[in-house]
């Protein structure tokens, strides 16, 4: 495996002339560019600049081809890449956070290989997110934001998470799922595996971790193969106790491994029961954040330090879980919540849809692509315990249901794991809670609505929680509440946005909340201050709602938080 991040030639298209001019054999460079990263916090002309820009690096690949496919994957690209290499078309992939591999067997040398690739942002009704959507009383929130996104954050671009070269055996394993059961003290592992071109081979599959080893070999029939482990007192994953087993799976022919993937494994089990989330038969209260991957100079990109410093800030609170807030997470992140136990809700880059029907079938394709792409990536990771069609869907025009329902199948005919539900701003009229697994909404009664007046907010908050959850029947969870504070304004008493009235109205949330058995989670609304677009309600271009400010210092609402949460890990 090569890494390919670092230094790259890059050269913004304005005139959209790279493709007629062929830049992809090669360009001249205007600046150097540093990836993973998006571009327009690295240069001051490039800050709302959307594309189209081209990248460009040259790299050796002095490895043997024998029997070995070549591969590129992209960890992901925001929004529409088109890749070439040594001036061939590899080619192109839509949507911003998650990853997509090429082939290059065929077209790679042992040296002087150049690899471009065209990016671009734009902000369009059709695309997911959408954005440039015109306003309408059933379909957006006129945010005014410029660049016109339809979603509350900046619409960063580029080559925003690592570029790995790899090389696979032309025999090897394609793909491995795994799913755990218990039963008493027993895991019960399974380890369903695809493997391309295996001949009169078979599968290996070992298992090892806390003194316990197990391996099973089996025959592979019509490319595939099914492998069970039972682990006698098992050490289970969980928030207070992430115990990873170590899975190996080989691809064997006459006693010789061709292939081999290893993974870690959680073995735990996710379900819903009437008002309550059960991790491993237990009840558990989902107690965190919303997050956002936004970091200063990086953009839409996470540098190992900020994020192992977000992790530690979560612990240092007392959270257990947070929600991959507006679009899956980086593949590193996604290890680190299965190493130190944190709960995650996966959700797809879907915000801000909308339903109008112009447009409407390739949103829904669209859809349809990040969900199978979120569930192909994360299926194996013990952390993840729901997936999340859409957050804040414009769900008023009846088209909204039908298309959520062909996502929900979707996601459980590709996982029947795990819940699935959908992040609504609606509440009651939601209607798609009637099919989905549990209830999310999103709250900001004493900000948007009763500004400044949480004794008329928290009162109105129950009765609403009270109608949800009496219509849908179903475990709810609050997964937005809060408010704006600037850093270091203070005011008493509190006043909107002053650190003082974002302590107070978290803290009355999640006072009344305690005190209604049917909420099975409540997630802060958001872990750090983080950039938007521009508008009038966005002062610095930032969401100012973050517990920590944007270089993760806390506010009096994060030193709250520990008050409250650190007292027990995991439940209420
Ligand atoms: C919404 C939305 C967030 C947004 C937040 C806010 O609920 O889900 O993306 O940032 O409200 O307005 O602060």
Redesign the pocket.
């Known amino acids: 495996m090569r890494h390919l991040s670092g230094k790259w030639d890059f050269r913004p298209d304005p005139q959209n002339q790279g493709t007629r001019k062929r830049w992809f054999r090669g360009f001249t460079k205007d600046r150097a560019i540093t990836i993973p990263a998006s571009w327009n916090e690295q240069y001051k002309d490039l800050r709302d600049y959307l594309g189209p820009a081209w990248y460009q690096t040259r790299f050796d690949w002095p490895g043997s081809h024998q029997n070995k496919g070549i591969f590129i994957r992209f960890g992901s690209v925001n929004y529409l890449a088109q890749v070439w290499l040594n001036g061939f078309k590899l080619g192109q992939h839509e949507g911003g956070h998650l990853p997509f591999v090429l082939e290059v067997t065929r077209l790679i040398k042992k040296k002087g290989n150049l690899l471009v690739v065209r990016a671009e942002g734009f902000l369009k009704p059709d695309r997911v997110p959408p954005g440039n959507v015109p306003p309408g009383p059933l379909d957006s929130f006129n945010n005014n934001f410029n660049p016109p996104a339809s ?3 900046f619409p960063f671009c580029g080559i925003q998470r690592p570029v790995i070269l790899f090389s696979v055996p032309n025999e090897s394993i394609q793909d491995v799922t795994v799913t755990t059961e218990i039963s008493g003290n027993t895991g019960l592992v399974q380890v369903k595996s695809l493997a391309t071109n295996a001949k009169d081979s078979a599968l290996r599959v070992s298992l090892e971790g806390f003194g316990f080893k197990a391996t099973r070999e089996v025959p592979i029939q019509s490319g595939g193969c099914t492998a069970f482990l039972k682990i006698p007192k098992a050490k289970f994953w969980a928030p207070s106790s992430p115990h990873l087993y170590q899975l190996k799976v080989e691809l064997r022919r006459a006693d010789k491994t061709i292939d081999q993937i290893k993974l870690l494994v959680g073995i735990r089990t996710i379900k819903i029961n009437k008002n309550k989330i059960l991790l491993n038969g237990k009840p558990i209260f989902l107690k965190g954040f ?1 997050r956002h991957e936004d970091f200063p100079g990086k953009g839409r990109n996470l540098p190992p330090s900020a994020l192992a410093k977000d992790y530690r800030n979560m612990r240092w609170v007392g959270a257990n879980s947070f929600r991959t ?2 679009y899956p997470y980086s593949d590193e992140d996604m290890a680190m919540a299965d190493r130190l136990g944190f709960l995650v809700i996966d959700e797809t880059p879907a ?1 801000g849809l909308f339903f109008k029907k112009e447009g409407l079938a390739r949103r829904l394709k669209l859809c349809r692509q990040f969900t199978k792409e979120m569930i192909d990536r994360d299926k194996n990771h013990p952390s993840v315990v729901m997936w999340s069609l859409a ?2 869907p414009h769900s008023k025009r009846a088209a909204a249901q039908g298309f959520f329902k062909n996502l929900a199948q979707l996601a459980r005919s590709l996982d029947q794991t795990r819940p699935v539900t959908l ?1 609504s ?1 609606l509440g009651t009229s939601e209607n798609s809670f009637r099919f989905l697994d549990l209830v999310c909404v ?1 709250r ?1 009664f004493g900000w ?1 609505t009763e500004p400044g007046d949480l004794d008329k907010a928290i009162p109105r908050l129950s009765r609403d929680l009270d109608a949800i959850h009496r219509k849908f029947k179903k475990p709810l969870l609050v997964t ?1 509440f ?1 408010a ?1 504070a600037i850093p270091g304004s203070h005011a008493n008493p509190p006043i909107m946005f002053s650190e003082e009235y974002q302590e107070a109205m978290i803290s009355r949330y999640i006072e009344l909340m305690n005190k209604k058995p049917y909420i099975a989670g409540t997630h802060v ?2 872990l750090c201050d983080f950039r ?1 677009a521009q508008a009038t309600h966005r002062p610095n271009s930032m ?1 100012y ?1 973050g517990v920590f400010t944007r270089d993760r210092r806390p506010k009096l609402a994060a030193h709250l938080l520990r008050r409250l949460w650190k007292t027990k890990r995991g439940n209420r």
């Open positions: 979603f509350d954050f919303g807030t507006h915000v957050n804040e992040v701003y999103n900001y948007y937005e809060g704006d609304w958001n938007t969401n709602k």
